[in-house]
């Protein structure tokens, strides 16, 4: 069965510079594009990236773009998002999810990764 | 403010029939398939709904899914404890180009 294992979070001073990862397993990393989703303490989720199952296309939400970069290795079965000047807004759970057929229907998420952000 | 709109709660008794909803707008809803999540209480999302209407396996048949001009709903049958968890629709946008998802909806099993 696929599974998604997030890593890296953790507590950031704001302006300061992050990368999380996702480890894949039990399917065919290269095969599938890939998202990472965030959802802020008691609040709703929030697409903020996705990544074609190639690396060739990449797509971000307004709230991270020009901060945020997603790729990923799939010699490795690894997915990343380098986060940048992160702010107070920018503190959440950090899921990666597997995109089922491209169509943005997210079939198998990892655990999530906090991120906090704070002086 | 969610592009998804959602009600923030629903309730139910044992064995009702419940309905959420999600309104959306022509760039979205209005023009593509509707997912819908569920999220039990400190865990990852689950797919419960694609295309609108579809079931993953393993999902009971309890879940439906609807979609209607630029509104979907989730109706939950048969209510029980185990159901309650947040929902959230999603859905992509042709204006931002992007996916976007509602707010999402608390549900309480009484």
């Known amino acids: 069965e696929a599974q998604l294992v997030e890593s890296g979070g953790g507590l950031v001073q704001p302006g300061e510079s992050l990368r999380v990862s996702c480890a894949a397993s039990g399917f065919t990393f290269s095969s599938y594009a890939m998202h990472w989703v965030r959802q802020a303490p008691g609040k709703g989720l929030e697409y903020i990236s996705a990544i074609s199952s190639d690396g060739n296309s990449t797509l971000y939400a307004d709230s991270v773009k020009g901060r945020f970069t997603i790729s990923r290795d799939n010699s490795k079965n690894t997915l990343y998002l380098q986060m940048g000047s992160l702010t107070a807004a920018d503190m959440a759970v950090y899921y990666c999810?597997?995109?089922?057929?491209?169509?943005?229907?997210?079939?198998?998420w990892g655990r999530g990764t906090l991120v906090t952000v704070s002086s | 403010q969610s592009v998804l709109t959602q009600p923030p709660s629903a309730s139910g008794t044992p064995g009702q029939r419940v309905t959420i909803s999600c309104s959306g707008s022509s760039s979205n809803i209005g023009s593509n398939t509707v997912n819908w999540y569920q999220q039990l209480p400190g865990t990852a999302p689950k797919l419960l709904i694609y295309?609108?209407?579809q079931r993953p396996s393993g999902v009971p048949d309890r879940f439906s899914g609807s979609k209607s001009g630029t509104s979907a709903s989730l109706a939950i049958s048969g209510l029980q404890s185990e159901d309650e968890a947040d929902y959230s629709c999603a859905a992509w946008d042709d204006s931002l180009t992007g996916w976007v998802f509602g707010g999402g909806t608390k549900l309480t099993v009484l």
């Open positions: 999810a597997r995109d089922e057929d491209g169509s943005g229907t997210l079939d198998y």
């Open positions: 295309s609108s209407s």
